[in-house]
């Protein structure tokens, strides 16, 4: 009988861990114009290994126009700035 509700409180916590990983990941402050398009186009998706935006992109055509500008912006990293420009080769 302990066995079984170590085992049930087991599963629950680790069903609770699972529901707080998806919600945070649902909740990404660069994630917020996408919130409703998550809802409804990736439920159960699993977030981990960007699984999420990965699912937006799928759905791209069908999300929301600010999470389709959202993904646009992901899309585009641009590189940091250098302080010390790179030497130029010596003269030969």
Same mark, same amino acid.
């Given at each position: 009988?302990?066995? +079984?509700?170590?085992? /049930? +409180?087991? +599963?629950?916590?680790? /069903?609770?861990?699972? @529901?707080?990983?998806? =919600? @945070?990941?649902? &909740?990404?402050?660069?994630?917020?114009?996408? !919130?409703? &398009?998550?809802?409804?186009?990736? $439920?159960?998706?699993?977030?981990?290994?960007?699984?999420? +935006?990965?699912?937006?992109?799928?759905? *791209?055509?069908?999300?929301? &126009?600010?999470? $389709?500008? *959202? /993904?646009? =912006?992901? *899309?585009?990293?641009? !590189?940091?700035?250098?302080?010390?420009?790179?030497?130029?080769?010596?003269? $030969?």
């Amino acid at each position: 009988m302990k066995r +079984i509700h170590f085992k /049930l +409180i087991t +599963i629950s916590a680790l /069903l609770s861990a699972v @529901a707080i990983c998806a =919600q @945070a990941s649902a &909740d990404r402050p660069y994630l917020k114009p996408c !919130k409703t &398009d998550v809802a409804k186009f990736c $439920k159960g998706v699993d977030p981990a290994n960007e699984g999420v +935006i990965g699912c937006l992109k799928e759905h *791209r055509e069908e999300v929301s &126009d600010s999470c $389709k500008a *959202r /993904l646009a =912006q992901l *899309r585009v990293k641009p !590189k940091p700035a250098t302080k010390n420009p790179p030497a130029a080769p010596p003269a $030969k």
